[in-house]
């Protein structure tokens, strides 16, 4: 049974930064490619970033690439979103996703490749 559990969100003003942690109950995490996505209210869920089963390979969305970075830590089982610079427009329920790995590159940018999900965290930005 694999088990994702989201934290570090909360409120922050416009500029400012946060990060957020899953950590995965999973018996070989390093099988494992991870994904963050995002839900705004009365969006679809979208892709944020993702990092391949040895951190090696990333891939962002272009809404987040610069300000955001994604890293996993084999030790602790955990998979860390670093959110700079914030907008208001970031404001949303962010989940962590794991995808079995099948080769070097990251899981895709559609939600439906990732077979287990966290709760979600919330995060909101204030202007």
């Known amino acids: 049974q694999v088990q994702l559990v989201e934290s570090g969100g909360g409120l922050v003003q416009a500029g400012g930064s946060l990060r957020l942690s899953c950590v995965a109950s999973?018996?070989?995490?390093?099988?494992?490619?991870m994904g963050w996505f995002r839900q705004a209210p009365g969006k679809e869920r979208e892709f944020v970033g993702a990092i391949n089963w040895n951190g090696g390979r990333t891939s962002y969305s272009d809404s987040v690439k610069g300000r955001f970075t994604i890293s996993r830590d084999h030790h602790k089982n955990t998979v860390y979103l670093q959110m700079n610079s914030l907008k208001p427009e970031d404001t949303a329920v962010y989940y962590c996703?794991?995808?079995?790995?099948?080769?070097?590159?990251?899981?895709?940018?559609?939600?439906?490749?990732?077979?287990?999900w966290g709760q979600g965290t919330q995060v909101s930005v204030s202007s």
């Open positions: 996703a794991a995808d079995r790995a099948v080769g070097p590159d990251p899981s895709g940018r559609d939600w439906y490749a990732y077979d287990f």
């Open positions: 999973i018996r070989a995490f390093t099988n494992y490619n």
